[in-house]
C-alpha cells in the first residue's frame, strides 16, 4: 500500500501530539475524502463507478485516497468492490449532526438572502 493515512498517536499536519482528533482530521480534510465517503455510504461500488460518481476526479487521487481509507480501516475491498468497515460506517453516522447542521446553514442562507 503506498498511501500512508494518518493515525492516531503519530503527528499529523498541525498536531505533533498526534492526538485521534487531529489524525481524524487531516484524513478528512484531504481533498475528496469526504465525497468518498459520502458516495460508499450511499451504495458499496468499485472503483470505475466511485471514479463516475465523483465528477470524474483523477485516477491517482482516487488510489491514493481508496488507500489512506483502507489504511485507516474505514474502507474495505470486496469482489463487488469498496465497502464502508463498521469502523467507516460509524464516522458517516458521526457526522450526521454536521448534516443535520449544514441543512439549517442553508436555510438560514437562504431566508437571509430573501431579506436582503
Do not use: K
Not at 51 to 68: A, K, P
Not at 91 to 111: I, K
Request: a neutral charge; aromatic letters at 6%; proline letters at 6%.
Amino acid at each position: 500500500m503506498g498511501a500512508r493515512a494518518p493515525r492516531p498517536g503519530v503527528p499529523v499536519r498541525g498536531s505533533e501530539s498526534g492526538r485521534p482528533v487531529m489524525a481524524a482530521l487531516d484524513l478528512l480534510g484531504r481533498r475528496w475524502t469526504m465525497r468518498i465517503l459520502w458516495e460508499l455510504s450511499q451504495a458499496p461500488t468499485g472503483f470505475r463507478e466511485l471514479q463516475r460518481r465523483c465528477e470524474r476526479m483523477s485516477s491517482s487521487v482516487l488510489s491514493t485516497r481508496l488507500d489512506e481509507l483502507t489504511g485507516a480501516r474505514l474502507l474495505t475491498l470486496h469482489s463487488d468492490g469498496y465497502h464502508l468497515t463498521p469502523l467507516g460506517q460509524d464516522l458517516v453516522e458521526a457526522l450526521s449532526p454536521l448534516d443535520a447542521w449544514s441543512q439549517r446553514w442553508a436555510r438560514e442562507t437562504d431566508n437571509a438572502a430573501a431579506e436582503d
